[in-house]
């Protein structure tokens, strides 16, 4: 079966940080973007940020550039979303998703897998 398991979230400070794992199962992990997602309430869904893993490719949102860093370990098959630099905007449910289409560095691509949400909370 596929798993998607997405862990890290909590309750942090504005100008604190937090590292999301997203660790995956059940399908070629290296044949695969993954793209962590979140959606704040009563806000649309939005990607963050993605990895492409058979090329590396990156892909950051404008508003979390510079502040946060994906990164993939293909040992672990677990990909990382390490945010810094927290902001109370940046508070919301956080999800990963897999996907094995195209253009993930652009933002775009369809995602086939997605894992639980983990929320992540920043206070002011």
């Known amino acids: 079966d596929v798993q998607l398991q997405a862990s890290g979230g909590g309750l942090v400070q504005a100008g604190g940080s937090l590292r999301l794992s997203c660790a995956a199962s059940?399908?070629?992990?290296?044949?695969?973007?993954i793209g962590w997602f979140r959606q704040a309430p009563g806000k649309e869904r939005e990607v963050v940020s993605s990895?492409?893993?058979?090329?590396?490719?990156?892909y950051y949102e404008d508003s979390v550039k510079g502040r946060f860093t994906i990164s993939s370990d293909h040992a672990k098959n677990t990909v990382y979303l390490q945010m810094n630099s927290l902001k109370p905007e940046d508070t919301a449910v956080y999800y990963c998703?897999?996907?094995?289409?195209?253009?993930?560095?652009?933002?775009?691509?369809?995602?086939?897998?997605w894992g639980q949400g983990t929320q992540v909370t920043v206070s002011s």
């Open positions: 998703a897999a996907g094995s289409g195209q253009n993930y560095d652009l933002g775009l691509g369809e995602y086939e897998y």
């Open positions: 059940g399908f070629t992990f290296d044949d695969y973007a």
């Open positions: 990895i492409t893993n058979h090329d590396g490719s990156l």
